[in-house]
């Protein structure tokens, strides 16, 4: 099952869709998520699937041969009350079936894809769930690589397409890595300008913008963590991952075109920057409180204290702005208590 979440951003949602219902795996669901659009995102999307809405071609040459694509309709209560699907859904060939799902509020990066997740494993039980980002779009073999690449490990828990820029000749990402040199390193895309692409690379794990998850590795470790809502809820999932035993490769020959920083897929505007702020400066220290050994903190807090204190006093000052000082006492109330039992 393939999750993609749209927030006010059908232009690039309906591109996208157009390069997934071309490729060439054989068995697979596409599950769109609106996390409460207020523009016109589902009439848009609704129109792409009827065949009377075209994407920019600059992307994805358009196919009219498969339209149209019959769209079923959910809410987030009716996801979260069901259970199989019906034989209509299941029957329907898999590049002609839309399933939209209406959440009601913005939930987030992570709540909106919960969303999809609970949905997708209840109503077609599938072995993988695929996260894709809303700007990306697709070559028609990924899905395959993806797939296959698993064969190589039982201890795979996920595997990411090679994330290039729309132009194919700059990485967006080869997954995601760790580092001590400052807050934004703690789950940056790492860019080349050229690598080999015979052979899958080890990762700490993978860039949700194109990451696919066996199912029942997601079913051990949990879902996304929602009170991350935005950014590096991708880097909790991957940490929870490796603790289990579960590792993580970057699938060189599956590739996807990543349109990165157009928007924040699901969640925010780009511009809205108290709220972006305010979110992944509180998850970069949720990340260190949950997971970090306690030298490798001290050596940050050393190594770069201005840093540090600067980010620590924009948080406060980004908390109280937005009325949010009690939320966050008890968010890193319960990172520390998680830091106990994954500390042990």
């Known amino acids: 099952s393939v999750i993609i979440l749209n927030w006010n951003g059908w232009e690039d949602t309906v591109v996208c869709l157009e390069s997934l219902f071309q490729i060439q795996y054989g068995n697979y669901s596409v599950v769109v998520v609106d996390n ?70 913005n939930s987030g990066f992570a709540g909106g894809n919960n969303i999809g997740i609970r949905y997708a494993i209840k109503g077609f039980n599938p072995e993988y ?54 807050p934004r390193d703690i789950g940056y895309a790492r860019n080349v300008i050229e690598c080999d692409i015979t052979s899958n690379n080890e990762i700490f794990g993978p860039c949700c913008a194109a990451a696919l998850y066996k199912k029942e590795a997601l079913e051990k470790i949990g879902l996304f963590d929602e009170s991350f809502f935005y950014i590096f809820e991708d880097v909790d999932l991957a940490f929870r991952a490796r603790l289990a035993g579960y590792s993580s490769v970057v699938v060189k020959s599956s590739i996807v075109y990543h349109k990165r920083g157009i928007s924040a897929p699901g969640s925010l505007p780009v511009g809205q920057g108290r709220l972006k702020q305010y979110h992944s400066t509180k998850n970069f220290f949720i990340i260190l409180m949950r997971y970090y ?32 000082l009690v939320d966050l006492a008890r968010l890193f109330s319960k990172a520390m208590s998680e830091r106990k039992v994954v500390k042990g």
């Open 36 to 105: 409460g659009s207020d523009d016109d995102s589902l009439e848009k999307i609704r129109e792409y699937a009827a065949g009377a809405l075209i994407p920019d071609g600059s992307y994805v040459k358009y196919q009219p041969q498969n339209k149209p694509i019959t769209v079923f309709e959910r809410t987030a209560e009716e996801c979260s009350e069901m259970r199989r699907e019906s034989e209509d859904v299941l029957s329907a060939p898999s590049n002609r079936r839309l399933i939209l799902i209406k959440n009601g509020t």
């Open 129 to 182: 769930i695929l996260f894709l980002n809303s700007d990306t779009f697709v070559k028609t073999d990924f899905l395959d690589k993806l797939v296959e690449a698993f064969d190589s490990s039982e201890l795979l828990a996920s595997t990411q397409s090679l994330l290039l820029k729309p132009g194919g000749k700059m990485v967006d990402s080869m997954g995601i890595d760790l580092s001590l040199s400052g």
């Open 293 to 324: 050994p306690l030298k490798s903190i001290i050596f940050l807090f050393i190594r770069s204290p201005h840093r540090i204190l600067h980010r620590i006093s924009i948080l406060l000052l980004e908390a109280a702005l937005l009325n949010r």
